[in-house]
């Protein structure tokens, strides 16, 4: 029984940083078609500038929450660049171009990362504040973990918010819906794909950032987590922001128990469940079949 | 469905292509008389990468199907002639034998899920089975032996000095480029082009397209294994790395470098990768930056690759030529 709440917990944790990382995936699939692999070199990005942050403002009580404030910030201004100078150029173009420019992305910020911090593992220390432990059926739990929960709920909120209730969210739901009608209706596609981009990259920041405390940053965090979050978005389906929702937990889940039955394999429960999904509904579990 | 009657692939082959590669397999002849030594051993491993590269470019550039994790079938096929060899005491030329058509099983296996799914999907999937594939490398250490890699692979006389075993690599890429340029020039060939500029046309014609690219990607996945075959008897050993998704990555990179349009793009990529991959590390610990900025270069200035940069001002574009 005590196994059980511990894996829940840790499980709904996994599940908020996962959502976080694939809901800026699959925004930015959706409206720009574009297979962002260097989605997860942003991630660790943010766990990197969290990490020289915290060590910056070593005295002050506050500096995770300095961190936490201003890395996916600063993730989201260099991904503003990007899209501007790089990514603008290749929409629409050949898949093949789309995703070998996101793989220079990650070999060349990845060196970045390798030149500023080295290859040591770097350790993000918890706030203060939530040092704690709260208990649960006699289970003990960081307090930490509300934060990650809490956040992710927050956020998920504000993009259904912001994508069901405003005309900026009309406006991104019609350009996934059919991108050229949009554009004859002439709405700015350039402005809507960087703000979705940079929105993005912000959301694979924060995910960074949040979970930096809980594991090690280091360089090859990057493809893991890119990988976790397709097999979200594909179980999801691309584009669907409530499938994002869905998934994440599921995978979360998925992932926390399969350590319990095999504990070096439990991604071999993730890439099943994948599987069966693909078999069943190509499309994801909440997408729509294309064509 | 189709016929083969009248088909010759050779008639195909323009003269001059064909004076072309003559020279240069009399070149690959002779470089043992020019550069003894450790240039023999750079030949080989190139020999081998532009077999990887080539069977790669039938998916990418030929049937538009960017595979992101070719690397599988290339680790399969490596480690399957290895552990044979290892555990089982095979004896290399049986081992050897039986690499590429296990690889060409896993390709079946993956391809199943793989071939019906549009661009992104097919991505993402062909990038998590492998991933899949490399950690069953990496964390199954009794048969793998896992972080330490797999060692002792002894090869056989006379393929156990480098100039017997650079003519064992030499004759086996030469052989499997012919079968692939064959293959990409055949009616199965121009129905996976056609597949790529309009599958959807394809199927309206009468023909299956999901069973055409599935057979594509056995294919691929054959001859990437015949790659990590030559690999593995060439290292004698296997390590986890090389199933690795930068192991993909390099391929992709190799055929863009090239020209995905042009049969003889991902041999150029694979060699211009290569000694790019040897230079450049002397001046520079940060080789993956330089990659990087190469890459990042030639998406977005020169998309049709080194042979499509030199080709395409003598001759329109033809697709592969």
Redesign the interface.
Known sequence: MDTVVLQMVSSLVSASILFLFASGLTLV?GVT?I?N?AHGTFYMLAGFIAFTLTQVTANSPFKFWIALAAAPLLVAALAGLVEVL?LR??YG?????Q???T??????F???I??FWGLTQKNVPFPVQLMGSISLDGMRFPIYYTLVMGTAVAIGLAMWYALYMTRWGILLRAATQDREMTSALGIDERRLFSVVFVVSCWLAGMAGVLASPTLSVALGMD??AV?EG??V??VGG?GSLPGAVFSAVLMGFVKGFGILVIP??A??FV?AL??VV??IR?WGLMGKP?G | MYSLRGWNPLAEASRRWFTLAAGVAVLALAVPWFQPGPYLLYAIDILIFILFAVSLNLLVGQTGMVSFGHAAYFAIGAYCAGILVVTAGWSMPWAFLAGPPVAAFAAFLVGLFCVRLTHAYFIMLTLAFAELIHAVVWKWREVTGGDDGLLGVQTMPPFDTPLGYYYLTLVSVTICLILLYSISRSPFGRICRAIKDNPRRVEFMGINVARHKLMAFVIAGFFAGVAGDLFVFFNRGAFQGIANWLTSAQGLVMVILGGPNYFAGPVVGAIVFKLLDSAVPKFTEYWLLVLGLILGATVLLMPNGIVGFLWGRRASRDGHG
């Open positions: 699939f078609r297979l692999i790089l150029r290749i173009r050949d898949v093949l171009l995703v070998l420019l793989v220079a992305l990650i070999f060349v990845g060196d970045l390798r030149l493809m893991p990988i397709f097999a978005i594909v691309l070096q394999f991604l071999v890439f994948m599987a693909l078999i190509p294309e």
